[in-house]
């Protein structure tokens, strides 16, 4: 025998609500705005993940948080393929300070620098007050390093709420996340990191990949995805100019 479950409008109507109100308490929806697809939080400040665009253009990030071994190695690398100025390292502000001349090597190379934040915890479990601090502290240190204040932010592990982007984007950040996700961080196999970049890969996308020691098998697999997304055609971008560019398209469409 067979059942078929019919869901009243009255069933329908509760389910409806218990949704949207779940999406509020959250405080973040997945929208469009000015051709860049973004979380939004219910103050307006946003988390972005890749960009709307028909031209086959990327950006290339790297996390850096801990040893001092890889970094030289994926920099040697970015060198090697005429890469220079035009990848987004974000640096957490700790092993920064500890690494002041691989910093410098980093800015020298005409590479655009964000923050990945001081201490490594998960904003979201952090208090409002916590969460300022920690932005702050990695912001000044930062600072002091490269020269300039950094206006990008990946937070640790990527977490965030809607109060971190509501305190990151008053204090003048713009919080970026990943659309395709190497995952060499857990060093699956060289071929396995290719695979997931080269298979995920989009206009418009934001890679994430990682330089800091615990991730083995980048520098293996950095050469051969530049090198096939070259010959793809894909054109990299820092993050900035990939959201600057979407939002020179979407100003023209208007």
């Known amino acids: 025998m067979k059942y078929i479950w019919v869901l009243s409008a009255k069933k329908i109507k509760q389910t409806i609500i218990v949704l949207t109100a779940l999406i509020f ?8 705005k000015e051709n860049i697809p973004v979380f939004i939080s219910s103050d307006g400040a946003k988390a972005i993940y890749s960009v709307n665009t028909d031209k086959k253009q990327i ?20 060198e090697e393929n005429g890469m220079q100025g035009k990848v987004t390292f974000f640096l957490s502000s700790p092993w920064s300070k500890d690494h002041p001349e691989i910093v410098k090597r980093i800015v020298d190379g005409g590479y655009e620098i964000g923050s990945h934040g001081h201490k ?11 969460i300022e601090n920690q932005i702050l502290k990695a912001h000044k240190i930062l600072t002091e390093l490269i020269g300039k204040e ?9 977490d965030f709420d809607n109060r971190v982007l509501n305190i990151a984007n008053r204090l003048g950040y713009t919080v970026i996340q990943w659309d395709t996700d190497s995952r ?11 695979n997931r970049v080269l298979k995920g890969v989009h ?14 098998q980048t520098q293996e697999a950095l050469p051969i995805i530049i090198k096939k997304l070259k010959q793809e055609g894909y054109e990299f971008l820092t993050v900035s100019q990939l959201i600057s560019n979407a939002k020179i398209e979407s100003s023209e469409v208007e």
């Open 59 to 78: 950006a290339l990030t790297f996390d850096i948080s801990w040893g001092n071994k890889r970094p030289d190695l994926i920099l040697d690398i970015l």
């Open 120 to 130: 490594y915890v998960d904003y979201s479990k952090l208090t409002d007050q916590e």
């Open 203 to 216: 206009p418009g996308d934001i890679i994430l990949m990682h330089a800091s020691d615990s991730s083995k």
């Open 150 to 158: 950094p206006n990008l932010i990946r937070t640790p592990n990527g």
């Open 184 to 194: 060499d961080w857990v060093n699956p196999g060289v071929n396995e990191i290719i």
């Open 25 to 32: 308490t959250i405080g973040i929806v997945y929208t469009e």
